[in-house]
């Protein structure tokens, strides 16, 4: 089973800056697009931005320029860098990961399945 699990959630400022973190573990043998999607509150959950394991990236247009994604496939790790956070970006984060799950090896093969694997989710409030 891959889990991924999520750090850097908390209270900041309007203005400020947080660094969300996630790591993927578990039977993987391989890791895709990773990326964030948010969802605040009586909302739909949305994307925020993603990364493929080529480096190519996509951002919401209401994070553009304020958010950074960036990626260590190496430690299979995502991180998301928020810059002047308003208080519209309140909402709980959430890590996403395409990833090949080893579902049996031997030392002749491996055998996987593509998931879509989700974190639990981290909150972010922005105060006014």
């Known amino acids: 089973q891959v889990q991924l699990a999520e750090s850097g959630g908390g209270l900041v400022q309007a203005g400020g800056s947080l660094r969300l973190s996630c790591v993927a573990s578990g039977n993987i043998f391989n890791v895709h697009t990773m990326g964030w999607f948010r969802q605040a509150p009586e909302k739909k959950r949305e994307l925020v931005a993603n990364?493929?394991?080529?480096?190519?990236?996509h951002y919401a247009d209401s994070v553009k320029g304020r958010f950074t994604i960036s990626r260590d496939n190496a430690k299979n790790e995502v991180h998301l860098e928020m810059n002047s956070l308003k208080p519209e970006d309140t909402a709980v984060y959430y890590c996403?990961?395409?990833?090949?799950?080893?579902?049996?090896?031997?030392?002749?093969?491996?055998?996987?399945?593509?998931?879509?694997?989700w974190g639990q989710g981290t909150l972010v409030t922005v105060s006014s």
């Open positions: 990364m493929t394991s080529s480096g190519s990236t």
């Open positions: 996403n990961a395409d990833v090949s799950e080893i579902t049996a090896s031997d030392s002749d093969y491996i055998k996987y399945k593509d998931v879509e694997v």
